[in-house]
């Protein structure tokens, strides 16, 4: 069985809101788009077989996830900076009008993360350039590192100076350790391109999908 868990729901993206939602950049937009991105996520899931009860929503506030992780005080709240929300009130959050805290997320990262007691994890390098992308992969370390489970983890690159436009080999300062490279089929190809379109808030255009995903095995390091 497949689980998937978001920690933001994408909703800070000012492109999105301009040009695809064609809305003025005010609170009001970017919450427009969370439940634009959230209903994205479910068609192209669900387009892949997970099921809606598989999906995690924690939506902490997108562009300022990292912020709230390397917080010195766990329990100081931080507002959206699109938003302006300072807690998941968004009603699919996995708990509505959780704080945009440290401590918060870190504990409903935990909770899930006990709750399916995943036999493998798949997460993010620490080389990834976005920072919620950053954050998430710090919270899920820290919880992991906290519970008592001992699953197998792999990592994956999205945010990487040309990756997945002008390059798809992983980078040479990046050919460490263990790769694994995987082969879709035909049909698994033309799924993942599918599910990739359904995403139309992204301007996918500023990406490129293809026929192989590489893992690296393990996750390195918290960043």
């Given at each position: ?9 994408g ?29 994205e ?26 912020k709230i ?11 959206s ?116 379109e ?26």
């Amino acid at each position: 069985m497949i689980y998937v868990l978001y920690l933001t729901t994408g909703d800070g993206y000012d492109g999105a809101v301009q040009n695809f939602l064609h809305l003025p950049t005010v609170s009001s937009s970017f919450i427009r788009l969370g439940f634009l991105r959230h209903q994205e996520a479910i068609n192209a899931e669900n387009l892949l077989g997970v099921p809606r009860n598989h999906l995690f929503f924690l939506c902490f506030p997108d562009t300022a996830c990292l912020k709230i992780v390397k917080n010195s005080n766990p329990n100081k709240i931080v507002r959206s900076p699109k938003t302006h929300l300072t807690t998941a009130a968004y009603p699919f959050a996995y708990q509505t009008n959780a704080p945009y805290s440290k401590a918060s997320a870190f504990r409903l990262m935990r909770e899930v993360i006990e709750r399916v007691k995943p036999g493998t994890i798949i997460l993010n390098r620490p080389e990834d350039t976005n920072p919620d992308h950053r954050a998430a992969r710090n919270l899920l370390l820290a919880a992991l590192q906290q519970s008592k489970l001992r699953s197998f983890l792999l990592s994956y690159l999205i945010h990487f100076p040309h990756w997945g436009r002008k390059i798809f080999l992983p980078p040479l300062r990046l050919q460490k350790g263990t790769i694994f490279q995987l082969k879709l089929t035909h049909q698994e190809f033309a799924r993942k391109r599918r599910a990739f379109e359904l995403h139309q808030s992204e301007f996918l255009d500023r990406f490129r999908v293809h026929p192989i995903e590489f893992f690296w095995l393990g996750a390195n390091r918290i960043t």
